[in-house]
């Protein structure tokens, strides 16, 4: 028993060396195969039909077989700056501009120069430096100059005049104006102004005059119904005082205070007459600008004090 133990060892150490040759042998030899195939990449190819290599084709043989859609397209020819900077303007400028809305310019005509039935009242007035006549002769001079349209020709004209006893012009003097159209236009009015009536007083008449050459304003038609009262005295600081004279006291002060418009007697003038809507409206437009309004609590609006 022992010597057939002794011969199975042996019988296998001889068959597992022989083994362990061959197994060496093999790995020897698939060792360089092995490397090739870990060192080219995994490819994978997704089309169904194989790609085949084509030869390389001249640029003669490129050109015959392009398609006949291809071919049929015309090719833009690239332009040079200069030319497309051209073409753009000269379309441009063919273009008509879009029609802008003109502003229509405001404009008044000229008021009418006053009848011979004012000039008549005007020639006997003698109130408050013949106020008649000094308006007639502004409104005659506006009439004169013509529709006043907005722009440039619109302005105001302050003249110092002085007129002869007969009516005729003695001398005007343009004191300041805001226009230089408007200027010219009144010193024409002026120099080529009808014969006027003597004037009221018998004496050169001497006033200050500015006429509106406006589009919404022709000037302020005056109010006669308060020429019959005093002209209020000027005014006099009553706490003034040069350090030698006597100090009046406060009855003094009050004894010489002017009364007001509302407190002197509404006495009818009898040259005067009825003044018209116009100055009516006129004198309140321009009481309420002087002195404003104030509103009450209430909602009540009284004019300032």
């Not at 002794?6 to 019988?11: P, T």
């Not at 392009?66 to 833009?76: D, G, L």
């Not at 440039?152 to 002085?162: C, D, K, M, P």
């Not at 005007?172 to 104006?177: H, Q």
Request: net charge neutral; with cysteine.
């Amino acid at each position: 028993m022992l010597e057939v133990r002794i011969s199975f060892l042996v019988a296998l150490a001889l068959s597992l060396g022989v083994h362990a040759g061959l197994l060496a042998l093999w790995a020897v030899k698939a060792q360089p195969a092995l490397e090739s195939a870990v060192s080219e990449p995994l490819q994978v190819n997704l089309m169904s039909v194989p790609v085949q290599q084509r030869a390389p084709v001249s640029r003669a043989a490129r050109a015959e077989a392009v398609p006949i859609e291809q071919s049929a397209k015309p090719r833009a020819i690239p332009s040079p700056p200069d030319a497309e900077d051209k073409v753009h303007v000269r379309i441009t400028a063919s273009i008509p501009p879009s029609p802008t809305p003109e502003k229509q310019l405001a404009s008044m005509p000229a008021p009418p120069p006053p009848t011979a039935e004012e000039w008549a009242l005007a020639s006997t007035y003698t109130l408050k430096n013949s106020k008649r006549y000094r308006h007639n002769w502004g409104q005659q001079v506006r009439s004169m100059m013509g529709a006043a349209v907005e722009g440039e020709r619109q302005g105001l004209v302050r003249v110092h005049v002085e007129i002869a006893p007969d009516g005729k012009l003695a001398k005007v003097d343009v004191l300041w104006s805001t226009s230089e159209i408007a200027e010219k236009l009144a010193l024409q009015a002026i120099r080529a102004m009808p014969p006027l009536p003597p004037t009221p007083t018998g004496k050169p008449l001497v006033f200050e005059k500015t006429i509106a050459f406006l589009p919404f304003e022709t000037g302020w038609p005056p109010i006669y119904k308060y020429d019959c009262l005093p002209d209020p005295r000027s005014f006099q600081n009553p706490f003034a005082w040069n350090g030698s004279s006597p100090q009046r006291t406060s009855q003094a002060r009050q004894e010489n205070a002017s009364p007001a418009r509302s407190d002197a007697p509404q006495t009818e003038c009898p040259d005067a007459g009825p003044d018209s809507i116009e100055a009516e409206e006129k004198d309140m437009e321009r009481q309420f600008k002087e002195w404003g309004a104030v509103r009450l609590n209430g909602g009540d609006e009284v004019f300032r004090e």
